[in-house]
């Protein structure tokens, strides 16, 4: 393999102890991590384990609360984007960055930042076909980019940090639009350009595959910690898989009383497209019983999102059936009334609230049509307002006022307005994905106790979570859904670690 | 297990109502940026006026005067408010769902079509019974133009501001060929026309006024509309899909029929709109149902923040600066479109004010401890 250039190659970077607070809260604390130069580096962990920080502060978007860095073996300061570029670091983005309609050529050459005000293009074709013979791989210059397919597209950002010169590359989850031959390809080329000194690269991932099999170091973050790092060769997947997770105490689960009541959802045998279109959803067996909560775990994008749309009637499934308490459900408001049926569904503010309507309003989103077991067609303002100040006062929602918009709320309130719409009145199935996702411990502690007291009152719970500890705390029975299928079933007690870890990876 | 208090969170809050300043405050939002607005886009046509070496103070007073000068006037405006209110409307009323619709003019022309070619077959009908009977099947024509365009964007992803805005070119082609081809009189030579209506069908004006029944069924229909949205569960569910798509989805709301039936409603404003235009001004169905009564409508609905109660005084506002483009003409020499480019500093102050919605402390009360 040919080397990209002869005076410049890989850089190496190293962060010392850098933290980063926003606010009260801590992102990313003491995490020194070392890169060496021509490496291929990577940085697993879970969503919300400071990452994407972590790569925010070196590449300058964020500047670190206390820390330092060193890039190339020198000190440095980032304070933006720019001067990160200026110092030979790029970033590949999970999205791509190039405009569809431009050629490649044509991409390459306005990306440059002294790209001229009028360009010479036979100039520029000739020096662009001069680095592309130097090149360990090539993507077609003269078609628009549109045309070309995701790797070619993948491929071609990384193209573009070399052509601009950059020399330490950050790639963030680059493969998730690619399929898994796409991946190997790019990934390969990738891992050339390290063994020939070109570049170094640190790349976000989660899946486990493609570390192993390409990866030279990992540094594995945890809640904004440091919790583990070394060669890959040396570490087992499933050893990974429980840095990710925090394997050192795992929440116990919460005390709970009755004991699993008839099956209440049942979805068997559904298909349905994925967002993207290109794969699919496919649910064999999916159970919940009354009085029992299923936590169902999985690493982000595995289907998670898709199975929320088809429970509450957002996305079409194509083959098998989803029923409530034996009957037929598409989550026609009429259906959820009779059958019970609640949602909780993520980041609440975006997925189950109008942002500029008031909190009375928002919070009479389940009832304002409802006149006794009837419906009614005129609303009483009266009676909602009534009802939501009830409300509000029993779950504790912190607002300035009741008829403030929805959005002025802190997060962990919008969430205990949402719970009090949804908890209130009878709930015979909860579905609840990520409800703590970004709150605060009091908020958490709170309304995982909500949770846990709807299961209680006999609903049955799905809860679909990234979050470990959250399943391992209120499930009754754990199941993983990994590349849009259910893989595991295990009441909570008989869960091993390591082998939730391998399935979440993709393992079966 | 009993799960109270599982976190002492501290001092709670209480709540009794708000009070009567913040209520205010609250309110005045929709109030003064819009005003603000209003005035902003009159001061810099006034800086227009100025480089074109007319005076602005001239032009607003005489804009005034042939406006709101006198009974005369008012009645001008007047009568000119009444297709505005029922345009306004038809933005307003899909507006709630979030929807841009700005093709009202098709569904006024089609409206007015519609009205003037059933005339001709209901002329034995005595009035009483043939003039709503006009009245729904222009409202019909209406809703099914502006409701199949809430069908494409929900059914089929179309963008409904293009889509509308389009198909409205096309409404007014469709008129044109109906009244020079298959309902022409041919009685009607230098304008092509649908025949003249028996007199017994003309809508007349409203008793002591010289304004016709158009105006009041208007306002009737806008206070309707308004307790539609605020006080009916239709509306409350459509101000959620239109605040949100997937919180109404998750609420299991049936997004497609609101959206269908809101743009329908509006489009069957819009055609009772051309049916009145037909029956009550122009006696026959022609070319000049194309007055560009939907497009003030948009800045009209703009204005009025979608709000139905809110688009009276400002469709009588908007209708007076219409009322007063002759008189300006005349006196001081200004051309036809003058109205047309003072409409369109408005419309672009308004659009720009939109991006200052929630910016202000004064009118967010949850803001004002925050010091």
């Avoid at chain 1, 570029?85 to 791509?96: E, I, K, N, W």
């Avoid at chain 2, 293009?162 to 230098?190: C, K, Q, W």
Wanted: glycine fraction near 10%; hydrophobic fraction near 50%; aromatic fraction near 8%.
């Amino acid at each position: 393999m040919k080397s990209v250039s002869s005076t410049k190659g890989a850089i190496g970077v190293e962060t010392l102890h850098m933290t980063m607070r926003f606010g009260a809260f801590t992102a990313l604390d003491d995490v020194s991590v070392r890169i060496e130069p021509g490496s291929f580096h990577a940085l697993l962990g879970e969503n919300g384990a400071g990452k994407s920080t972590l790569v925010k502060c070196i590449m300058g978007f964020y500047h670190a609360t206390s820390g330092e860095m060193l890039i190339d073996g020198h000190e440095a300061k980032v304070p933006d984007p720019r001067a990160a570029h200026a110092l030979g670091l790029g970033m590949v983005y999970q999205h791509f960055t190039l405009v569809p309609s431009l050629t490649a050529a044509e991409n390459l050459v306005i990306s440059r930042e002294d790209a001229p005000a009028v360009i010479d293009w036979r100039k520029e074709s000739a020096r662009l076909e001069d680095f592309m013979t130097r090149m360990p791989f090539r993507v077609p210059l003269d078609r628009p980019v549109r045309a070309l397919a995701a790797g070619e597209k993948q491929k071609l950002e990384i193209l573009k940090q070399l052509y601009l010169g950059r020399r330490f590359l950050i790639l963030d989850e680059p493969t998730s639009v690619l399929t898994p031959d796409e991946a190997d390809e790019v990934l390969g080329h990738v891992r050339g350009l390290c063994e020939a000194g070109a570049i170094t690269v640190l790349m976000i991932s989660h899946k486990f595959r493609e570390v192993e099999a390409y990866a030279d170091e990992v540094t594995v973050l945890r809640r904004g910690k440091l919790v583990g790092q070394g060669p890959v060769a040396d570490l087992s997947r499933a050893e990974m898989a429980r840095m990710m997770m925090g394997d050192a105490k795992l929440a116990e689960p919460a005390p709970r009383a009755g004991i699993p009541g008839p099956i209440i959802l049942s979805a068997m045998g559904v298909r349905a497209k994925d967002r993207s279109g290109l794969k699919e959803i496919a649910l064999e067996r999916l159970e919940v019983r009354g009085g029992e909560i299923v936590g169902l775990a999985g690493i982000s994008g595995n289907g998670q999102v898709e199975l929320m749309e088809l429970l509450t009637g957002q996305r079409p499934h194509y083959a098998g059936s989803i029923e409530v308490k034996g009957a037929p459900f598409e989550a026609t408001r009429s259906e959820a009334r009779v059958l019970g049926v609640r949602y909780l569904p993520e980041e609440p503010l975006h997925n189950a609230c109008a942002p500029r309507m008031s909190v009375v309003e928002n919070i009479g989103f389940r009832t304002f049509d409802l006149n006794g077991s009837g419906s009614r067609f005129w609303l009483k303002p009266g009676d909602m307002r009534r009802r939501a100040g009830e409300l509000v006062e029993a779950f504790r929602v912190k607002t300035a006022s009741l008829d403030s918009p929805i959005s002025s709320l802190s997060g962990g309130n919008v969430q205990r307005a949402v719970l009090a719409r949804e908890l209130t009145g009878a709930v015979d199935l909860l579905i609840v994905a990520n409800p703590c996702f970004g709150l605060d411990f009091t908020a958490v502690a709170e309304i995982r106790a909500r949770i846990m007291s709807a299961r209680n009152g006999g609903a049955a719970v799905l809860l679909i979570s990234e979050d470990l500890d959250e399943i391992m705390e209120l499930a009754d029975r754990v199941l993983v859904m990994s590349e849009g299928a259910i893989s595991y079933d295990r009441p909570v007690g008989e869960v091993a670690i390591g082998e939730i870890g391998q399935r979440m990876a993709g393992h079966h | 297990m009993t799960i109270a208090d599982p976190v002492d969170i501290g001092t709670r809050e209480r709540f009794s109502s708000e009070g009567w300043l913040a209520w205010l405050a609250r309110r005045s939002e929709a109030v003064v940026i819009p005003v603000l607005a209003l005035l902003a886009g009159l001061a810099v046509f006034g800086v227009f006026l100025m480089l074109v070496g007319k005076s602005p103070a001239d032009f607003y007073g005489l804009v005034f005067q042939a406006a709101y000068g006198s009974s005369f006037s008012w009645q001008n405006t007047l009568s000119r408010t009444g297709p505005l209110l029922f345009a306004a409307l038809c933005v307003a009323l899909p507006a709630k769902l979030g929807l841009v619709v700005i093709g009202g003019e098709g569904a006024i022309v089609l409206g007015g079509v519609a009205a003037g070619a059933l005339a001709a077959a209901l002329a034995s009908w005595p009035g009483a019974i043939a003039i709503p009977v006009l009245g729904l099947a222009a409202s019909f024509v209406g809703a099914v133009w502006i409701g199949a365009i809430g069908w494409l964007r929900y059914a089929r992803g179309v963008n409904e501001t293009i889509a509308s805005l389009l198909t409205a070119y096309i409404a007014i082609a469709l008129m044109n060929h109906l009244v020079e081809g298959p309902f022409r009189d041919p009685a009607s030579l230098n304008k092509p026309s649908t025949a003249p209506l028996a007199e017994h069908l003309r809508v007349g004006n409203i008793p002591g006024w010289d304004v016709h029944w158009g105006l009041a069924v208007g306002v009737v229909v806008c206070i309707l509309s308004w307790l539609l949205i605020d006080r009916t569960t239709w509306g409350f569910a459509a101000r959620i899909a239109g605040g949100n798509v997937r919180a109404a989805e998750v609420q299991g709301l049936p997004v497609g029929r609101l959206i269908i039936s809101f743009t329908a409603l509006g489009g069957a404003f819009a055609g009772l709109a051309g049916m009145f235009e037909v029956t009550a001004v122009h006696g026959s169905a022609n070319a000049s149902l194309a007055a560009g009564y939907g497009y003030t409508g948009i800045l009209i609905a703009f204005l009025a923040r979608q709000n139905p109660l809110a688009i009276i005084p400002v469709a009588i506002l908007l209708a007076g600066f219409e009322a007063s483009s002759g008189l300006i003409q005349r006196r001081m020499d200004l051309p036809d479109a003058t109205v047309l480019v003072l409409q369109g500093f408005v419309f672009v102050a308004i659009l720009l004010s939109e991006s200052l919605y929630g910016r202000f402390k004064i009118f967010a009360p949850e803001r004002w401890r925050a010091g």
